[in-house]
């Protein structure tokens, strides 16, 4: 089952600049899914990212403001551009292959905006 | 050691009937508990959640019960339709920590 490490585990930033959390997966998987988590609130999925084409953004979400690149099918990175503290989150990437294929979470990214 | 248990990877339930899905978690410092649907090629979505000073919550078609005691929370679909046909996921909360059990393959029989 596939194995997944996000980075950084935590980060403290301050308002105005811009986070770069990667996810890496130790084996190629096909779909791979951006989720922001608030303490004691649902996970919401920012948006699906694709491999070697521009990411599905869910409604409330841009891409100007969560850039995210997948260059190849174990790797993408989210960014959190020009922060603010409402963005202060869990970020948590998840993959899943296809039907068959189980979920996989990472360890998670907890961003405090100052 | 998983904290959050799904025994059952899936069920089949007659269209019309009800469908129940269980999930067990050992830790009792979990306040929040959430159920999640996903369906083939697409990321998990939220259904219904219940905070642990509720031992129910009812939306729509969708009921979630929570047992404190018994650590033991269940999902009710009443009546079923093929839509729910999906893999649904339980999942724990303790403050800023979220842990997801591995999920009950639910079909709907015509």
């Known amino acids: 089952s596939a194995v997944i490490s996000q980075k950084p585990s935590r980060d403290i930033c301050q308002r105005g600049t811009s986070l770069t959390i990667q996810c890496q997966v130790d084996s190629q998987v096909t779909m791979m899914f951006w989720y922001r988590q608030q303490p004691g609130q649902s996970l919401t999925l920012i948006a699906t990212?694709?491999?070697?084409?521009?990411?599905?953004?869910e409604s409330g979400f841009v891409i100007d403001k969560f850039p995210i690149s997948r260059p190849n099918l174990t790797f993408s990175t989210l960014t959190v551009s020009n922060m603010s503290p409402e963005d202060s989150s869990i970020y948590l990437c998840i993959t899943g292959g296809s039907d068959n294929s189980p979920l996989h979470f990472g360890n998670g990214t907890r961003l405090t905006v100052t | 050691d998983q904290q959050v248990k799904q025994n059952s990877p899936s069920l089949s339930v007659q269209e019309g009937r009800i469908s129940i899905l269980n999930c067990d978690y050992t830790?009792?410092?979990?306040?929040?508990f959430l159920w999640y649907k996903k369906y083939p090629a697409e990321g998990p979505t939220f259904l219904i959640s219940i905070s642990s000073i509720k031992d129910k919550n009812e939306d729509g078609r969708f009921t979630v019960f929570l047992n404190k005691s018994a650590k033991h929370l269940s999902l009710h679909i009443v009546p079923s339709q093929p839509g729910d046909s999906a893999v649904y996921f339980c999942a724990a909360s303790e403050y800023d920590k979220i842990i997801f059990g591995k999920g009950t393959r639910l079909h709907i029989l015509p």
């Open positions: 990212a694709n491999q070697g084409s521009e990411a599905t953004y």
């Open positions: 830790n009792s410092m979990f306040d929040y």
